[in-house]
Nanobody
Framework: VQLQASGGGLVQAGGSLRLSCAAS????????MGWFRQVPGKEREFVAA????????NYADSVKGRFAISRDNAKNTVYLQMNSLKPEDTAVYYC?????????????????WGEGTQVTVSS
């Protein structure tokens, strides 16, 4: 399984970006999927997760109300719409997949990881 993330870039504070993560190699329609982020010198932190059905989502407190996660199982793709971006959102963003939704906040719980995509928010 390969997860390919895209959509990162440079944006001014208050702006928006939409990240995409496409899975190939096998269908992940029954997997929970989500996003983590990491800055140099810090641990990878949970951002958002979505149940395989799309019916349940979870967000880190720091992004609630600003970020929205969604998925299209027909396209084997998960999205992260990021609005009202802040400089502290600057990080490398990684998509991930896990067989179970519970515990998705823990990086050790993931079964698959994608390569990261850089998001930089200027002040």
């Amino acid at each position: 399984v390969q997860l390919q993330a895209s959509g990162g870039g440079l944006v001014q504070a208050g702006g928006s970006l939409r990240l995409s993560c496409a899975a190939s190699g096998r269908t992940l329609s029954r997997y929970a999927m989500g996003w983590f982020r990491q800055v140099p010198g810090k641990e990878r932190e949970f951002v958002a997760a979505i149940h395989w059905s799309g019916g349940y989502t979870n967000y880190a407190d720091s992004v609630k109300g600003r970020f929205a996660i969604s998925r299209d199982n027909a396209k084997n793709t998960v999205y992260l719409q990021m609005n009202s971006l802040k400089p502290e959102d600057t990080a490398v963003y990684y998509c991930a997949a896990a067989e179970t939704y519970s515990g998705f906040y823990d990086p050790r719980h993931m079964d698959y990881w994608g390569e990261g995509t850089q998001v930089t928010v200027s002040s």
